[in-house]
């Protein structure tokens, strides 16, 4: 069912109008958090060999990136759906700044997971409110402001294969505090839409504030609304363990599999992860017209084929498929977000928090059991069995229809 023609009344602008200025800046500045973000597993390469380090070790890096900001970014939305504070999306990434100039210049092992560490940190800050900005700046399109703000992110992620081939892979380790150009112009920006944001808590605390108030007046979340939370995290779960073994382990994969150098290997990665960027911002729209459960439970089980048969397929074939399989996959990223923003209704960063911070936590807790796997029975087996994955989309065929979760909301 359509969103807009479904839940009109329950925009966040007055006006019901759709800001896209705010739009396309904070989409930006969630690009460059998520390039700066995407330097660490672009570094893999050039880390393995430069210090040695083993696939598990590989996979303790990004365990650290991933579970700071998985473990607080629903604490962040939780605190800030209390109080928003729209100064600290300029904190956050000052944190990352921080991170990115270490990560350029540590000379160990314990180093480089202490600089990730800070980059985490202000990847946490960062993303519950920038989805809360999203969220104000939507108007009646919910599904097309939240697709623009990911597709910033996952844009910026694309980017990371790139960043290998051109700066890491001629300049090392220490082109990673480059970087810290991006994280500054990231800074300066936030500062303006932090100014804006501020504004509207002082024209009108923000019918955020009201749905809050509405929310917490309720002594709970219903049964049904928590078992489809639950269904919504595990489909999350499924979708983040796949795009995690391709994002950090399938351009070893490629290098073994097909004798590709370093450089090859990263067009394989760049090409999934902008095919997924193009499908996260078809999503949103695609969502308000033909509805939030359909097109989560197209995602998952549409990947199926592509996803089981690409560690089989010659080089060529692979590099379609993952065209095709990083598209269809993501095309669920940004909705997942907004139904459950709907489904609980005034907890806008909580919610976000939940399904894209934990995202980060399972892609970080995918990273390490990955890896471990991979040293365990061998990169290529663990490639296989990883194809399997998206065959748990079956379960978004329990969701309640976007109708229902609207009833729900009514009662209330």
């Known amino acids: 069912m359509s969103q807009q023609a479904v839940l009109p009344q329950r925009a966040p602008n007055a006006s019901g109008s759709t800001m896209y200025k705010i739009l396309f800046i904070i989409g930006l500045c969630h690009l460059l958090n998520d390039a700066i973000q995407a330097v660490v597993p672009a570094m893999f390469p050039i880390l393995e060999k430069s210090m040695g380090l083993s696939y598990t070790q590989l996979g303790i890096i990004a365990f650290s990136l991933n579970m700071v900001s998985s473990v607080m970014q629903p604490i962040v939305g939780f605190v800030t759906d209390k109080r928003p504070m729209p100064f600290v999306l300029p904190i956050g990434l000052s944190f990352t700044l921080v991170g990115i100039l270490g990560l350029g210049f540590a000379s160990n092992f314990g180093l480089i997971v202490l600089s990730v560490l800070f980059i985490g940190l202000g990847s946490a800050v960062f993303h519950p409110e920038g989805s809360r900005v999203a969220y104000m700046a939507a108007g009646n399109r919910r599904g097309l402001a939240q697709s623009i703000y990911q597709v910033g992110g996952n844009t910026g992620q694309a980017l990371a294969p790139l960043i290998t081939a051109l700066i890491l892979v001629p300049l090392g380790q220490i082109g990673a505090s480059w970087f810290t150009v991006v994280a ?47 269904l919504i995290l595990l489909l999350i779960f499924a979708r983040t363990w796949y795009t995690s073994g391709i994002t950090n382990f399938y351009t070893f994969y490629a290098i073994k599999e097909y004798s590709l150098a370093i450089k090859q290997s990263q067009f394989f990665l760049f090409a999934f992860l902008v095919s997924g960027a193009v499908g996260t911002f078809f999503g949103g729209p695609l969502s308000d017209r033909f509805g939030k459960k359909t097109i989560i439970s197209f995602s998952m089980l549409a990947t199926v084929p592509f996803s089981i048969i690409i560690p089989y397929s010659p080089p060529t074939l ?84 976007d109708k229902k979760v609207w009833e729900w909301n009514k009662q209330h």
């Open 184 to 230: 500054a112009l990231a800074v300066i920006l936030l500062v303006y839409i932090a100014n804006w944001y501020n504004k509207r808590l002082v024209v009108s605390p923000d019918r955020i504030m009201k749905k809050k108030s509405s929310v917490e007046n309720k002594k709970g979340l219903t049964k049904e609304v928590k078992n489809t939370l639950v």
């Open 318 to 401: 692979a590099f379609i498929f993952l065209i095709i399989t990083g598209f269809i996959l993501m095309t669920s990223f940004s909705v997942t977000v907004v139904y459950a923003q709907e489904l609980v209704p005034g907890k806008i960063g909580t919610m976000s928090g939940l399904t894209v911070g934990l995202a980060f936590g399972m892609g970080a807790i995918g990273s390490v059991g990955l890896g471990y796997i991979a040293d365990w029975v061998g990169l290529q087996s663990m490639m296989k069995w990883l194809g399997v994955l998206p065959l748990l989309g079956l379960i978004a065929f329990l969701l309640p229809s």
